[in-house]
């Protein structure tokens, strides 16, 4: 499976590669980029889309890596409880295998099989 994903990667990036071959004359072209906020203005020119795209795929990427390492935090805290209670529940049942037996004698078994109920 990890050769399939990784044939699929690949493939994937070639044709991403030729996309952009194919359309340089495009992707070139100057955009003028403008925030127009309460508190934030301005005006960025001459940025192209190769930028604009650069920029968004690597915000993409650090947003997604951030989600990422906080799910990772979370699940080795529940792993942590997951393993401090299955520990204590071993503790409880070592505890518990260790107590001596004080219930009263038991009846012997006839010889018959029967269980003795039936006299």
């Excluded at 699929?8 to 925030?35: C, G, K």
């Excluded at 960025?44 to 990427?61: A, D, E, K, P, R």
């Excluded at 295998?97 to 003795?116: F, K, M, Q």
Aim: proline share 3%; hydrophobic share 45%.
């Amino acid at each position: 499976m990890k050769h399939v994903k990784f044939i699929l990667a690949i493939l994937i990036m070639v044709v991403v590669l030729i996309l952009i071959v194919q359309n340089q004359d495009a992707f070139s072209t100057a955009l003028t980029f403008r925030v127009d906020l309460p508190g934030l203005q301005g005006e960025m020119s001459h940025i192209s889309v190769y930028q604009v795209v650069t920029v968004s795929f690597l915000f993409g990427i650090l947003v997604a890596g951030l989600y990422g390492m906080l799910e990772r935090f979370r699940l080795k805290k529940e792993i942590r409880t997951l393993r401090k209670a299955s520990s204590d529940k071993d503790a409880e049942l070592n505890s518990l295998r260790n107590l001596p037996i004080t219930s009263e004698e038991l009846s012997p078994v006839p010889e018959d099989g029967t269980n003795g109920a039936e006299r």
